[in-house]
């Protein structure tokens, strides 16, 4: 490795191998990280359509190729988040330039040492020599300790300003963004990916800085003391760069294999322990051990080929660096032997030689880790360039004063990337506090119309309209505003009863709270929790059951209190009992504002205005629920099955063939011709 002396006043900077190490256990450190958070990270805001979509595959795959971005490009993109910081920035630049001359001036004392204290014995010289290498260790503490100290808060706000852009940005994504994605992959790429991007940005940087000066200063004494040892330990210096220009191509491609396998790995985590109850009610936690460790053999593979490729980069650097020693300690001595330096000149010559491999080594390796941290950007600017399916309106219309008018006319809708329609010309009127249920059986596509009112979607054809004001034309935040919504899935956030029930409206009174809780009955279940609303309810909720964390979600709603209210299965998973109790809150829910029903739970519609029967994407029946049972048709068919009665006896009376033949007809509309 040459010769190093050390002098007692700092090591010789050795950073670029610390900084990898260091670097390697972070990214450990955060995928375990990311595989905890996404375990606390709900999967969607709306349930999917199942069988209308196509299945995940059993074994996660590793993420979408990312484009492919070189080096100018990373900073082109990433550099203008570190403008904030600039003038930090030069006052590190000004700590960079320091470090080298205090060790260059260091250096040059061990030369007075030797030739003007060891060689002619003179002993009052060392005192003075002595307290200026103690003044110097000093001041190179103080200055390491602030390039340290203000390196890492430039980069960690860095870190912070850039995590927390990709983070909202992710909010503004579409639906199909997530659902085409593995949740394990996207927060790999907001952790893991984005810390490697300041690796470069803003520590790469300074190392380059760092790597130049040091270069210049330690070069220039080499010349200085002997220009023609000078000669001969530069000349190996192209090899370096040679070495590191071939390898870093290779390092590049086996890096960003790397990133795309940790991705999938962190996905397969996410699925198995997120669904732990499920793997465990079938007795698959042997399956979903192996699929996890077919996952841990891709990313071992990927990463023994980025090693390999790293391994032969060291060795390579080493024997070049001991050829250029070897010439240099032969020239030298041949030089000593003539008199032609001091034996002080050729000992710092060999100081300031060892310092100077330091830094042709570190840009070596400089441009495969950068090399390494382009693949990570390149997994960035996949998600920032993605653009949301749902885009917002240039110009987009006011919503005053809505009075919740919903309405559907000739609606189409495929799932992207699908060539079959999940809605078939659906069309229908919701007037302003109408009650209005969507029933069918699974996959019908119930859920697929809670998507397009909600706008996480838009109708491939046709258009969904809110108070006369096509959805398209309306911006995001003014629809979910005056919309609010009880899903199937309960979200509730660790956090304390009152926090999850302020989440509907946060500038809410502490009275407002209260009476939206006690008319969801939610003060019944905080009565029996030791800190009443104070009470934290866990991770999802689990520390209450289905029925209780429904009951917060209906306080929610409810403090929210919208024109518009959709349900969509909210008494899917509870126990007769539970749906019971949640009965009288959901009707409390519904009064005075326009609401949709999506439920199989027909005892849930049979007060509702109106009941559409959706099948196979089509309105197939509707009318209210006692002139749909006098009539043969699918909602006949779908009570008989609810009431689990296999008997005529407890139905109406059905009309003739011909009778009820026309009333479908009826019912259904142009989507039945």
């Known amino acids: 490795m040459g010769l190093r002396l050390r002098l007692g006043?700092?090591?010789?900077?050795?950073?670029?191998?610390?900084?990898?190490?260091?670097?390697?256990?972070?990214?450990?450190?955060?995928?375990?990280?990311?595989?905890?958070?996404?375990i606390r990270v709900a999967r969607s805001a709306v349930r999917r359509e199942p069988d209308r979509r196509s299945a995940r595959p059993a074994v996660p795959t590793a993420a979408p190729e990312a484009p492919v971005l070189d080096v100018r490009g990373m900073f082109r993109r990433f550099l203008p988040y570190a403008r904030p910081y600039r003038r930090w920035l030069a006052l590190t630049m000004i700590f960079v330039l320091l470090g080298p001359l205090l060790d260059s001036a260091a250096i040059w004392l061990f030369k007075i040492l030797v030739d003007d204290i060891l060689t002619p014995r003179?002993?009052?010289?060392?005192?003075?020599?002595?307290?200026?290498?103690?003044?110097?260790?000093?001041?190179?503490?103080a200055v390491s300790f602030a390039d340290r100290y203000l390196s890492v808060w430039v980069g960690e706000r860095f870190l912070t300003d850039l995590r927390t852009d990709l983070y909202r940005h992710l909010h503004t994504l579409s639906l199909d963004f997530f659902e085409r994605r593995q949740l394990g992959d996207v927060l790999s790429r907001l952790t893991g990916d984005v810390t490697a991007i300041e690796s470069v940005i803003l520590s790469g940087i300074n190392r380059v800085v760092s790597y130049a000066v040091r270069i210049v200063l330690y070069g220039g004494a080499l010349f200085f003391l002997s220009w023609q040892l000078a000669l001969l330990a530069v000349v190996v210096a192209p090899i370096f760069w040679a070495i590191a220009r071939v390898l870093s191509r290779r390092l590049k491609e086996a890096s960003r294999e790397s990133r795309r396998q940790t991705g999938a790995l962190s996905g397969a985590a996410e699925e198995g322990l997120g669904n732990t109850a499920l793997v465990r009610a079938y007795n698959r936690q042997d399956s979903d051990v192996e699929r996890f460790a077919r996952h841990n053999v891709a990313v071992m593979a990927a990463q023994l080929?980025?090693?390999?490729?790293?391994?032969?980069?060291?060795?390579?650097?080493?024997?070049?660096?001991?050829?250029?020693?070897?010439?240099?300690?032969?020239?030298?001595?041949?030089?000593?032997?003539?008199?032609?330096?001091?034996?002080?000149?050729?000992?710092?010559?060999?100081?300031?030689?060892?310092?100077?491999?330091?830094?042709?080594?570190?840009?070596?390796?400089?441009?495969?880790?950068?090399?390494?941290?382009?693949?990570?950007?390149?997994?960035?600017?996949?998600?920032?360039?993605?653009?949301?399916?749902?885009?917002?309106?240039?110009?987009?219309?006011?919503?005053?004063?809505?009075?919740?008018v919903v309405e559907m006319r000739n609606v189409c809708f495929r799932y992207p990337g699908h060539a079959v329609d999940v809605l078939h010309d659906v069309s229908f009127h919701v007037s302003a506090g109408q009650r209005v249920a969507i029933v069918g059986s699974s996959g019908a596509g119930k859920s697929t119309v809670a998507k397009l009112l909600l706008r996480h979607y838009d109708p491939t054809a046709g258009s969904v309209l809110l108070d006369g004001h096509d959805l398209r034309e309306v911006s995001l935040a003014d629809l979910r505003d005056n919309v609010g919504v009880v899903m199937q899935e309960t979200l509730v956030f660790d956090g304390t009863v009152e926090e999850n029930v302020r989440w509907g409206r946060p500038d809410a009174s502490d009275d407002e709270l209260r009476a939206a809780a006690a008319a969801a009955d939610v003060d019944r279940v905080v009565a029996r929790l030791p800190q009443g609303f104070g009470s934290r309810v866990g991770q999802r909720g689990r520390r209450l059951s289905g029925g209780e964390r429904q009951r917060v979600a209906i306080a929610r709603a409810m403090l929210r209190d919208t024109p518009v209210l959709l349900l969509d299965e909210p008494t899917t998973g509870l126990d007769a009992a539970s749906a019971a109790r949640i009965r009288d809150p959901l009707r409390r829910l519904m009064v005075?504002?326009?609401?949709?029903?999506?439920?199989?739970?027909?005892?849930?519609?049979?007060?509702?205005?109106?009941?559409?029967?959706?099948?196979?994407?089509?309105?197939?029946?509707?009318?209210?629920?006692?002139?749909?049972l006098r009539r043969r048709g699918l909602y006949r068919t779908l009570y008989r099955e609810y009431t689990r009665d296999g008997s005529d006896a407890t139905l109406p009376e059905a009309p003739d063939d011909a009778a009820w033949w026309w009333a479908a007809r009826r019912d259904a509309g142009p989507a039945a011709s």
């Open 592 to 628: 005075g504002r326009t609401t949709i029903v999506i439920t199989h739970h027909l005892g849930m519609v049979t007060d509702a205005d109106l009941i559409l029967v959706l099948d196979e994407g089509r309105i197939v029946q509707r009318g209210r629920h006692a002139e749909l």
């Open 305 to 404: 080929r980025s090693t390999r490729i790293r391994g032969v980069i060291s060795p390579l650097g080493q024997l070049v660096e001991l050829v250029g020693l070897l010439l240099v300690i032969g020239f030298g001595t041949w030089q000593l032997s003539r008199n032609e330096i001091t034996l002080g000149e050729m000992l710092v010559f060999m100081a300031f030689f060892g310092q100077l491999y330091s830094p042709l080594r570190g840009v070596g390796r400089l441009g495969s880790s950068w090399a390494a941290a382009s693949a990570s950007a390149e997994r960035l600017v996949e998600v920032l360039d993605a653009r949301p399916a749902v885009p917002e309106p240039d110009s987009p219309e006011p919503l005053d004063g809505v009075r919740g």
């Open 9 to 38: 006043l700092g090591q010789v900077h050795q950073e670029v191998e610390e900084v990898e190490e260091v670097e390697e256990v972070r990214l450990q450190a955060l995928l375990i990280h990311s595989v905890a958070a996404s």
């Open 122 to 141: 003179d002993f009052q010289a060392f005192f003075p020599l002595a307290a200026a290498y103690t003044g110097i260790t000093v001041a190179v503490g």
